[in-house]
T-cell receptor, first 113, second 117 residues
Framework: AQSVTQLDSHVSVSEGTPVLLRCNYS??????LFWYVQHPNKGLQLLLK??????LVKGINGFEAEFKKSETSFHLTKPSAHMSDAAEYFC???????????FGSGTRLQVQP | NAGVMQNPRHLVRRRGQEARLRCSPM?????VYWYRQLPEEGLKFMVY????????ESGMPKERFSAEFPKEGPSILRIQQVVRGDSAAYFC???????????????FGQGTRLTVV
């Protein structure tokens, strides 16, 4: 069975400082991994996805994530936080060939001025 | 190209009533997925449909919940005899085809927020 664990339910950073949102996964198969962002009362937007072409994945809005198989991690990072980054972030996994996404419980990012 | 459209955005029902949630996938997408998000939780998979077929309903509650995706028109998630515990945000996603694999991005709607009073 596949699952994801988001290690922090809340993360607070100051504007202009780095962001790190942690995610560990477990999967019996070669997984597909995604990060989605959800702004208040909005739908979900795909930030980036791991396609196995490269372990360092670049996404939108300056976010990137590194797939580390040895650590079963897929942490999301951004060098400098912006106020507009405040949102809920979900790490998502699906084993190759399975149809549905399995979501982590989410990390709420707060950005202080 | 309009995104995934869900309506209504907000729905209030009294206990015992029926709730019908609609989802129009993106143009050209023939695969629809429904997810439920309880307060302070992540999204939980409910059901995966193609046109006129239910492919995977392993996440659907056994009673009161049903889903369809007819040949014409939107996908419908139907909840009969709603209870307070059904209050949640229900999200629909669509993809152009195949499984939600690494090469197939799912596009999400803005969700329907159901409140049962």
């Amino acid at each position: 069975a596949q699952s994801v664990t988001q290690l922090d339910s809340h993360v607070s950073v100051s504007e202009g400082t780095p962001v790190l949102l942690r995610c560990n996964y477990s999967s019996s198969y070669s997984p597909s991994l995604f990060w989605y962002v959800q702004h208040p009362n909005k739908g979900l937007q795909l930030l980036l996805k791991y396609t196995s072409a490269a372990t360092l994945v670049k996404g939108i809005n300056g976010f990137e994530a590194e797939f580390k198989k040895s650590e079963t991690s897929f942490h999301l990072t951004k060098p400098s936080a912006h106020m507009s980054d405040a949102a809920e972030y979900f790490c998502v996994v699906t084993p190759t060939g399975r149809r549905a996404l399995t979501f982590g419980s989410g990390t709420r990012l707060q950005v202080q001025p | 190209n309009a995104g995934v459209m869900q309506n209504p955005r907000h729905l209030v029902r009294r206990r015992g009533q029926e709730a019908r949630l609609r989802c129009s996938p993106m143009k050209g997408h023939s695969h629809v997925y429904w997810y439920r998000q309880l307060p302070e939780e992540g999204l939980k998979f409910m059901v995966y449909l193609q046109k006129e077929n239910i492919i995977d309903e392993s996440g659907m509650p056994k009673e009161r919940f049903s889903a369809e995706f007819p040949k014409e028109g939107p996908s419908i998630l139907r909840i009969q005899q709603v209870v307070r515990g059904d209050s949640a945000a229900y999200f629909c996603a669509s993809s152009p085809g195949g499984a939600q694999t690494k090469n197939t991005e799912a596009f999400f709607g803005q969700g329907t927020r159901l409140t049962v009073v």
